[in-house]
């Protein structure tokens, strides 16, 4: 049973947008947290953006640097992820998650907290950014 699905991922020239989706299904449209990571080649995975679900709080890694947008559609059970000025540097598989909260209702937003909060893994889109 798939419970996180991604699409939207391809291949854009520097300073091209994307935007991805995630269709979730399951307990994952109820878990607390909802956010996109994503793994380069060689490198380990890391969080580009995070959301309480249905909650306003939204963060993003560092450096993303306000190019990209996390957002949900509740209706559509989607998480989506807008992404402009795309760099090289951002070329990798995304990935998208739903994980719980701790005991004070709080999301923490590393793949540790993920895996070890009851977490669910989308299989990835692969996003190439040509310069």
């Known amino acids: 049973q798939v419970l996180l699905k991604e699409s939207g991922g391809g291949s854009v020239q520097t300073g091209g947008s994307l935007r991805l989706s995630c269709v979730t299904s399951?307990?994952?449209?109820?878990?607390?947290?909802v956010g996109w990571f994503r793994q380069a080649p060689g490198k380990q995975r890391e969080r580009v953006a995070g959301?309480?679900?249905?909650?306003?709080?939204?963060v993003y890694g560092d450096f993303v640097q306000g190019r990209f947008f996390i957002d949900q559609d509740h209706s559509q059970n989607t998480i989506s992820l807008q992404m402009n000025n795309l760099k090289p540097d951002d070329t990798a598989v995304y990935l998208c998650?739903?994980?719980?909260?701790?005991?004070?209702?709080?999301?923490?937003?590393?793949?540790?907290?993920?895996?070890?909060?009851?977490?669910?893994w989308g299989q990835g889109t692969q996003v190439t950014v040509a310069s």
């Open positions: 998650a739903a994980w719980n909260t701790d005991w004070l209702g709080r999301c923490d937003w590393t793949v540790s907290d993920v895996n070890r909060r009851d977490g669910y």
């Open positions: 959301k309480y679900n249905g909650g306003p709080t939204r």
């Open positions: 399951g307990s994952t449209s109820s878990a607390g947290c």
